[in-house]
């Protein structure tokens, strides 16, 4: 089998969802003990035996039926052991507790909010999202890395009415367990301990204030209003800025995904790291370290489930190479996804994962069956000469044709709304990011140096002033975007059934053409 990993990271999806649906998480011990049998059994009928007849037969059984039952009881185990050790006895009463700001605080009509770990009592280590009264907050009095001390009420995250978007989940996925509203100045800054932190939450924090300078850099640099958040969201992950209008604009255009640091983002970075070790690419150290700073720039930016996937598929290719293997992206892409699912099964219902991963579906198969061969090249070239030269911006247009196909049904059911103009959207929207990248590079590293600086930082502000008023000329255009109310998940799977009926299509297709081609002695 080509992609070994595809079949297991369904059957591991398949558990997660199963766990979480149906089966209580009471049964922990129970699911440990059953997946410990069937991966016990799975070894042990794939040692070598006598080829006897028997054993032949039984070759469906032990190389397809028990590894994809070994790693759907894994999906269950590990998610009913993560619901179980999140089960909390929420408190019913006003307490005081320690807690340190882990995120830039985001503006809303009435609250300012902001993410922050409990570092004392009952909870320690644990997250809670607060909710600041604007009347007894300014932005500018809280920044990440404060300590606070608190009192109010820790409640559990509930969902909001008539939306298909979970806030609960939301929360969970991102591990915080609390809500609290603030209010009153019923708060003070204090210099709380980090002793109860885990090394890896700490670790986070440092990387977090690290962060919040370079935002702080891009100020001094004298870039703010629109073009601070949009450079904040791209080249940082901070989206603590974006007002509701400017991300309307992106979302109507078919830009949203620019506001989320994605693949394409980290690709850029990862080039960047590359030039530097340029000539030593093929040495195992230098690839160390490339990778090392990829997922310190990970870290750096609050380990987004996009660029997590990004990061695990770039580490996955670059020790293929190393080792001398063939690439192969899909089942890269299948690894990743299953890593990132067992480090936490909640991952799997996060939206941002579920339209980063089939986006990047989308684009492989589309690179699949619709790039063109080398025998079709040669003849374009001898034929039509001006269409060859045209081949290297196709995937200006097939690469976003295929992610909006491919997360069309998920982007129904989350927002409501598909936009129209995407593709004019990304062919502006592509190089753009790109140069908005480098320029930013250009200002955080080039910084002490008064006049590159200060034009590297005129330039990275005009350059997104103009984006934004193409986005915004597109997001204008009549018919800019297609509402559809009401879309389920019947519809959803309705939509990913079509799709994997034209994917079937075109494999039988293609094995069709490559025998019927060899039958002709076309070679």
């Known amino acids: 089998m080509k992609t070994p990993m595809l079949p297991l990271c369904l059957a591991f999806a398949a558990g997660i969802a199963l766990a979480d649906s149906f089966v209580s998480p009471t049964m922990a011990w129970e699911s440990i003990a059953t997946t410990l049998i069937l991966v016990m059994s799975c070894i042990v009928s794939n040692i070598k035996a006598d080829p006897t007849p028997f054993t032949l037969r039984l070759m469906p059984l032990t190389t397809l039926i028990l590894p994809l039952l070994a790693t759907l009881a894994c999906g269950i185990m590990l998610t009913l052991v993560q619901l179980h050790s999140q089960k909390i006895d929420y408190p019913q009463h006003f307490a005081t507790y320690d807690v340190v700001i882990m995120s830039e605080l985001r503006e809303s009509n009435k609250t300012f909010t902001a993410d922050a770990i409990i570092t004392s009592g009952k909870y320690a280590g644990r997250n809670v999202r607060l909710a600041f009264d604007k009347s007894c907050l300014n932005r500018a009095n809280i920044t990440v890395g404060d300590g606070l001390e608190l009192s109010c009420r820790l409640r559990q995250p509930q969902d909001f009415k008539n939306s298909n978007f979970s806030y609960a989940r939301y929360l969970k996925v991102r591990n915080i367990s609390f809500v609290a509203y603030i209010s009153n100045n019923n708060f003070h800054g204090k210099a709380v301990s980090l002793s109860s932190l885990s090394f890896l939450q700490r670790s986070r924090l440092g990387a977090l204030r690290l962060r919040h ?7 001094e640099l004298g870039i703010s209003g629109e073009s601070l958040a949009i450079a904040a969201a791209m080249t940082l992950g901070d989206k603590s800025m ?282």
Not at 213 to 219: E, I, S
């Open 213 to 219: 300078k370079m935002l702080d850099t891009y100020r």
């Open 242 to 523: 974006l007002t509701p209008t400017l991300q309307d604009t992106y979302s109507i255009s078919g830009a949203a995904h620019v506001l989320a640091l994605s693949g394409t983002h980290l690709v850029i970075v990862f080039f960047l790291f590359s030039i530097l070790f340029r000539y030593y690419s093929r040495r195992w150290y230098a690839t160390g370290i490339i990778l090392s700073l990829t997922w310190t720039y990970v870290v750096l930016v609050g380990m987004p489930s996009s660029v997590v996937r990004s990061a695990l598929m770039l580490t996955i290719f670059s020790f293929a190479r190393i080792a001398g293997r063939g690439k192969n992206p899909i089942n890269s892409l299948a690894s990743a996804a299953t890593f990132m699912m067992a480090f936490n099964p909640q991952v799997l219902f996060d939206a941002s994962f579920q339209l980063s991963v089939t986006a990047v579906a989308g684009i492989l198969l589309a690179t699949k069956y619709f790039s063109p061969m080398p025998r079709k090249l040669s003849i374009m070239q001898t034929r039509r000469p001006i269409i060859t030269r045209l081949i290297p911006f196709m995937g200006l247009i097939t690469i976003p044709i295929a992610a909006q196909i491919a997360t069309a049904p998920l982007v129904a059911y989350y927002f409501g709304r598909l936009p129209v103009y995407f593709l004019l959207t990304n062919i502006v929207v592509l190089p753009a990011t790109s140069i908005i990248l480098y320029i930013a590079a250009a200002c955080l590293f080039l910084f002490p140096i008064p006049i590159i600086g200060t034009a590297a930082a005129w330039l990275l502000q005009n350059s997104i002033y103009i984006l934004n008023i193409v986005l915004t000329f597109i997001a204008s255009l009549p018919y800019s975007s297609v509402t559809i109310p009401g879309f389920s998940l019947l519809g959803v799977a309705i939509g990913y059934g079509i799709i994997a009926v034209v994917v079937a299509y075109l494999q039988l297709y293609s094995k069709f053409s490559v025998n019927n081609n060899k039958f002709n002695g076309n070679h």
